[in-house]
């Protein structure tokens, strides 16, 4: 089974609107950590926002927010005001075995082309 | 402020050839990885270190090896290129296991002919 799915190929969005870009999650692991990557046609990989499973709250980092549904094991990204410079693709991935200290792999989704309309 | 730099940037090569992927970091970063992205899809991990000296295999580690002689460079050897390794290949580092995400370097595109 995936781990993690994005199930959203490509979204358009018109320009200073919000959008919503779908994850869910499959893990056992109680203690684990979601994060969003921002990756422009210029293709470098950027981070933009995580989420600790034990967090009580939803994460917040400027314009982007994750709205983290635990029991439905989703974790969405949501771009408020949405930019030109918004245009690119997105990856969700998650983190297990926080506990055991064997390293930070990530394991990613298939990401989410996100197009940005003027 | 360099962080992850990957060289080079751009390779061909010819089935059978071989090459290495030099990554380095300036950040004292313990945890080092190689990923690749193949069209349309997501990054899956090649192989990783937990440290100097060490190495493990990821999800897709056949047809490649690595080495970490030195705590700051992670080197991605094929010995053998196949087309099935035309992809560009990420490398990534981080200073923890458990907290904060992974700062990726900008990637190499290899075209295998």
């Known amino acids: 089974a995936q781990k993690i799915t994005q199930t959203q190929p490509g979204m358009f969005v018109q320009e200073k609107e919000a959008v919503t870009l779908d994850c869910t999650y499959d893990?056992?692991?109680?203690?684990?950590?979601l994060f969003w990557y921002k990756q422009p046609s210029s293709g470098e990989m950027i981070f933009l926002i995580y989420q600790g499973s034990y967090d009580q709250q939803n994460a917040t980092e400027g314009r982007y927010s994750l709205n983290f549904q635990k029991a439905r094991k989703s974790a969405n990204l949501v771009i408020s005001a949405s930019q030109l410079g918004d245009s690119a693709m997105y990856f969700c991935a998650m983190r297990e075995g926080l506990l055991n200290n064997a390293g930070n792999m990530l394991t990613f989704g298939g990401g989410t082309r996100l197009m940005v309309k003027p | 402020n360099a962080g992850v730099t990957q060289t080079p940037k751009f390779r061909v090569l010819k089935t059978g050839q071989s090459m290495t992927l030099l990554c380095a970091q300036d950040m004292n970063h313990e945890y080092m990885y190689w990923y690749r992205q193949d069209p349309g899809m997501g990054l899956r991990l090649i192989h990783y270190s937990v440290g100097e000296g060490t190495t493990a295999k990821g999800e897709v580690p056949d047809g490649y090896n690595v080495s970490r002689l030195k705590k700051q460079n992670f080197l991605l050897g094929l010995e053998s290129a196949a087309p099935s390794q035309t992809s560009v290949y990420f490398c990534a580092s981080s200073y923890s296991a458990t907290l904060g995400g992974l700062d990726f370097g900008n990637g190499t595109r290899l075209t295998v002919t």
């Open positions: 893990t056992s692991d109680p203690s684990y950590g």
